[in-house]
């Protein structure tokens, strides 16, 4: 393996990747952002009152979405990229 593969190939070509959407959707659910993020859309629309349209939704909110995924739930994520990443090919990170 060369060191060029993006981390979503090789998670595409051993089948991790859906684990990995699948473990984020659920820790997110599970602390509550899926909810803040869908009072943080409420509140974009209501003051464009109701007028926004998707694409302007979503630069608006992904900031803010963003910055409210907890510390634990990026490290828990990475370190499983990295674990899955060691098993696989034997990479040093």
Do not use: H, Y
């Not at 684990?19 to 869908?38: E, H, T, Y």
């Amino acid at each position: 393996m060369t060191f060029t593969k993006s981390v979503d190939q090789i998670t595409i070509l051993q089948g991790d990747r859906t684990k990995l959407k699948d473990l984020l959707r659920n820790r997110l659910n599970a602390c509550g952002w899926s909810d803040q993020v869908r009072l943080l859309c409420r509140e974009a629309i209501k003051e464009q009152d109701n007028a926004v349209n998707c694409d302007a939704l979503i630069q608006q909110v992904t900031p803010k979405a963003r910055a409210l995924i907890p510390d634990t739930v990026k490290k828990e994520l990475l370190q499983k990229i990295k674990t899955i990443l060691i098993q696989q090919e034997g990479i040093d990170i």
